[in-house]
């Protein structure tokens, strides 16, 4: 053979195993490319799983629920029982001036018992509706998930068994989601001379929707959205021996900041303006201005007839690392049926005076602190956007103050 063939065939042959070589390294790229990829979409349904699931568990369990809405139900039909006959007592004119007097305050008592069970009520409803959603959620990422695992292994397999396969069922999807329904509390055996009570009013029918009144009264207190109506309170705080404040600014930054959750599509609320004196000198609250100034106004979280008040403080009142505090009583994006917030009137009155009320109010709405992510969202870490115009919400924080009782159409 001459030395030219034997080159040739050398040659051939060099090529012939780079070629092998070659196929074989693409295909090992191709193959860590399409698991890099797959990793990466397992990690994204991983991260909403485990988003879904804190806020699952941020929530009052099922049991704790139903608990909830009994305990409402029952101080509800007590303070009902007493405030009848009360008033049955009240009308007789019996007694003399003193206990007709005290009467009035019993009564005023048990009004005050009623109004908190509704607000318990409509809240613990309002958290049932939100573990449903949750659990529906969650249902839906696994089914996704499950799908998209299922269309892997079919891509993975050779074609004449692709046929063959189906994607896994699930058991318990459905179960879980019905698991989570209220188990509904009834009145007992009906028979006999047994007299039921009267329905309970429309805050309880999530809880009781057998025993409730399904639609709202248009009235005093309530929206023609069927939501209840309460009164933001805003109080300017008076240490003993301090100067009677101008009111008329507290209510045009409360108008403005009205109608600013107006234009982002979240409803109007009503408000009070009201003044409190304190029982000592503004040395005294300055040591703990917040601590002292809502325990001096009752203003705690064990009591969810407080509601939402905002108070305005003197500008000598100093906080340790911010220029306004905000606080809600229960977890965050659960509805605002309860919170606190405070500001200096210094503040209050500068440029910057009304974007740092909205996000104190936030705070007492159950909105938390988002991370600093460039945009100008209200609630950013940071302190928010100086210039209220400026400030936008996320979807969570529109979600959450629009099923807030406080705010309606």
């Not at 069970?117 to 409803?125: M, V």
């Not at 023609?224 to 008076?238: A, C, D, L, Q, S």
């Not at 109608?259 to 409803?267: A, E, L």
């Not at 905002?310 to 606080?327: C, H, M």
Request: glycine share 8%; hydrophobic share 35%; aromatic share 8%.
């Amino acid at each position: 053979m001459k030395k030219w063939e034997i080159f040739l065939i050398l040659l051939v042959g060099m090529m012939i195993g780079m070629a092998t070589t070659t196929s074989a390294q693409e295909s090992s790229s191709l193959e860590e490319a399409k698991n890099a990829y797959r990793a990466r979409q397992r990690a994204v349904f991983e991260t909403r799983e485990q988003t879904a699931n804190a806020s699952l568990t941020a929530l009052p369990t099922t049991d704790e629920l139903i608990i909830s809405c009994k305990n409402a139900k029952n101080t509800y039909r007590a303070a009902e029982k007493e405030l009848s006959a009360i008033d049955t007592i009240i009308t007789t004119n019996e007694g003399d001036k003193a206990y007709q007097h005290d009467l009035k305050q019993l009564r005023a008592k048990q009004e005050t018992l009623i109004a908190t069970s509704k607000i318990k009520a409509s809240g613990t409803g309002t958290q049932i509706q939100q573990r449903r959603e949750l659990v529906i959620q969650l249902a839906a990422i696994k089914k996704e998930r499950a799908a998209l695992e299922a269309k892997w292994v079919r891509e993975d397999r050779p074609p004449e068994q692709s046929a063959y396969m189906r994607a896994p069922y699930y058991p318990g999807e459905r179960e879980e989601s019905s698991r989570t329904s209220i188990r509904r509390g009834g009145w007992g055996d009906l028979s006999g001379s047994y007299q039921p009570p009267p329905p309970l009013p429309w805050e309880f029918s999530v809880c009781f929707p057998d025993e409730s009144v399904k639609e709202p009264p248009v009235n005093e207190g309530t929206s023609k959205v069927g939501k209840i109506v309460p009164t933001i309170r805003t109080v300017y705080f008076i240490p003993k021996g301090g100067v009677q404040p101008d009111l008329n600014l507290l209510r045009r930054r409360m108008e403005q900041a009205r109608d600013w959750f107006r234009s982002k599509g979240i409803g109007t609320f009503d408000f009070s303006v009201s003044t409190k004196t304190g029982t000592k000198n503004a040395s005294y609250y300055q040591e703990d201005v917040w601590g002292r100034v809502t325990g001096e106004l009752g203003l705690t979280c064990d009591n969810e007839a407080q509601g939402v008040s905002i108070i305005i403080v003197p500008s000598s009142f100093k906080f340790s690392d911010a220029i306004g505090l905000g606080r809600h009583c229960g977890v965050d994006y659960s509805a605002g049926f309860s919170g606190h917030a405070m500001i200096p009137i210094n503040i209050l009155k500068d440029e910057y005076g009304l974007s740092t009320l909205i996000h104190e109010m936030g705070h007492a709405f159950s909105l938390p602190h988002v991370p600093d992510d460039g945009r100008p969202t209200l609630m950013c870490e940071n302190g928010g956007p100086q210039f209220v115009s400026q400030a936008i919400l996320l979807q969570e924080e529109v979600a959450a103050l629009r099923q807030s009782p406080y705010f309606h159409q």
